[in-house]
């Protein structure tokens, strides 16, 4: 099982339209968990991160099922600019006691007028 | 804003030569990393860094590879002998923290994207 799956989409939206996206991870143990996003060819920069009792941000909405090991991000109202991939991100600790990021293979969202 | 500097940001070079990718993370980080992109895949950790030695490494990260903080600005990842199958978008990252229950976020810096030929 990968560590972190994601759908891979592309989900092709109105603008004005809610999307959601879903992360599922493997390790039991993950301790931190982000949606980072990355527009073509460029880095990817941090969206949110993703807390327990999950929060909000904007139009953005983010859940974690420590459960299910299930992570979600909604995008309400979607926006031209919102268009990019969408990566689904989790700490582990690494043998070493030290963190490291581990990426899924994002989900790419385009947003059409 | 402080940001993740990163040179080259295209590299071209001939199977089996050596290459240096330099970065400059923010100066108040500690944790420092090299992460992978092949065109069309996904994100791939390579290494980490903290307290002038590795912390963590993947497999990819094989003896091929190496990094090195040389002075206290700059952190490089050198490939010895690239191979075609190197050729792909390498990201430096920074972070506060690293370990423990801090949550903290990685900065990327904008990339350099090896070609070999």
């Known amino acids: 099982r990968k560590e972190v799956e994601q759908d891979p989409g592309p989900f092709n939206v109105p603008e004005g339209a809610t999307v959601a996206f879903n992360c599922t991870y493997s390790n039991s143990a993950s301790q931190s968990f982000f949606w980072y996003r990355q527009d073509c060819r460029k880095e990817p920069k941090l969206l949110m991160s993703v807390y327990s009792s999950g929060n909000e941000d904007g139009r953005f909405t983010a859940q974690l099922n420590r459960a299910s090991q299930y992570i979600s991000l909604l995008i309400r109202d979607s926006k031209l600019s919102d268009s990019a991939t969408y990566l689904c991100v989790v700490k582990n600790r690494a043998n070493t006691g030290f963190q490291k990021l581990v990426f899924g293979t994002g989900t790419r969202l385009l947003v059409s007028p | 804003e402080p940001e993740v500097t990163q040179t080259p940001s295209h590299q071209v070079t001939q199977m089996g030569q050596e290459v240096i990718l330099r970065c400059v993370p923010i100066s108040n980080h500690l944790y420092f990393y090299w992460y992978r992109q092949i065109l069309g895949q996904k994100v791939e950790f390579l290494v980490s860094f903290y307290n002038n030695e590795i912390s963590e490494k993947s497999e990819i990260f094989d003896d091929q590879f190496s990094v090195e903080r040389p002075d206290g600005s700059n952190f490089t990842l050198k490939i010895r002998s690239t191979k075609l199958e190197d050729s792909a978008m390498y990201f430096c990252?920074?972070?506060?923290?690293?370990?423990?229950?801090?949550?903290?976020?990685?900065?990327f810096g904008q990339g350099t994207r090896l070609t070999v030929v």
């Open positions: 990252a920074s972070s506060e923290a690293g370990g423990g229950a801090v949550v903290t976020e990685a900065f």
